[in-house]
């Protein structure tokens, strides 16, 4: 049963295995850390965390594990990924950005995603998704949640009914379009986790959103969780 409410707070600690290495980011050419070498306390953007991941990392993995959605982990790298997600959004609208200090990403989708008060996709915007889903299924080793978000316009009440109707949406199209349903978790926000705070319908739209966060796991973290 999907958990339409949940209030997220407080920091997560998170420490990543592996090694120190240098890479090069491939979205910006520079040398910098390793992802697999920094751990310590995860940042967040608009108050997500890792550790507030929608029915839990560790058992969100193995069910992944277990319905076989994981690939390959030799050779991934999320900076490749992410790159590779902005390039084929180009224009759409869509933005892509690190959160929990680089622990995943998150995307988000704009206000056009679905018309005026509507939970269906747009027709002008599912060619973008399956950018988006394609993507996700070529590098299928992550957690998927989505949100869903709405402006003050409107009750609160039907404002977070709209927000879940619209996060289970873009969740549905993803998996039709090849992204293992044991990946993907929903979430409704309704009004509560505001971009702006504004009432002029100018800067409004930026309110009304879906953001689908991506949370990679190594291979030692899906072998726990499937020992468990």
């Known amino acids: 049963m999907q958990i339409k409410r949940?209030?997220?707070?407080?920091?997560?600690?998170?420490?990543?295995?592996g090694t120190s290495a240098c890479v090069t980011d491939p979205n910006t050419g520079e040398q910098k850390i390793s992802r697999t070498a920094i751990g310590g306390i995860g940042g967040a953007l608009g108050g997500y965390l890792l550790g507030g991941l929608i029915g839990g990392k560790t058992a969100r993995?193995?069910?992944?594990?277990?319905?076989?959605?994981?690939g390959g982990y030799v050779g991934y790298n999320m900076d490749k990924q992410i790159k590779e997600l902005k390039e084929n959004t180009a224009g759409s609208g869509v933005d892509v950005t690190e959160v929990d200090n680089g622990n995943a990403?998150?995307?988000n989708l704009?206000?056009?995603?679905?018309?005026?008060?509507?939970s269906s996709i747009s027709a002008s915007f599912q060619a973008t998704l399956d950018q988006v889903?394609?993507?996700?299924?070529?590098y299928p080793n992550s957690l998927v949640d989505v949100y869903g978000h709405t402006d003050t316009v409107g009750s609160s009440s039907s404002n977070q009914a709209l927000s879940e109707r619209r996060a289970?949406?873009?969740?549905?199209?993803l998996t039709s379009r090849g992204v293992a349903a044991s990946r993907i978790r929903w979430q409704g926000f309704g009004e509560t986790q505001l971009k702006v705070q504004t009432g002029d319908n100018v800067n409004e739209p930026l309110?009304?959103?879906?953001?689908?966060?991506?949370?990679?796991?190594?291979?030692?973290?899906?072998?726990?969780?499937?020992g468990q």
């Open 6 to 17: 949940i209030l997220i707070a407080g920091a997560a600690s998170v420490a990543l295995l």
């Open 168 to 173: 289970q949406s873009v969740a549905n199209y």
């Open 110 to 118: 704009p206000d056009v995603t679905f018309p005026t008060g509507s």
């Open 105 to 107: 990403f998150l995307v």
């Open 207 to 226: 309110n009304r959103r879906v953001e689908i966060k991506v949370i990679p796991f190594t291979e030692a973290e899906a072998k726990a969780a499937a």
């Open 133 to 138: 889903a394609a993507n996700l299924v070529q």
């Open 61 to 70: 993995i193995a069910g992944a594990v277990a319905g076989g959605a994981i």
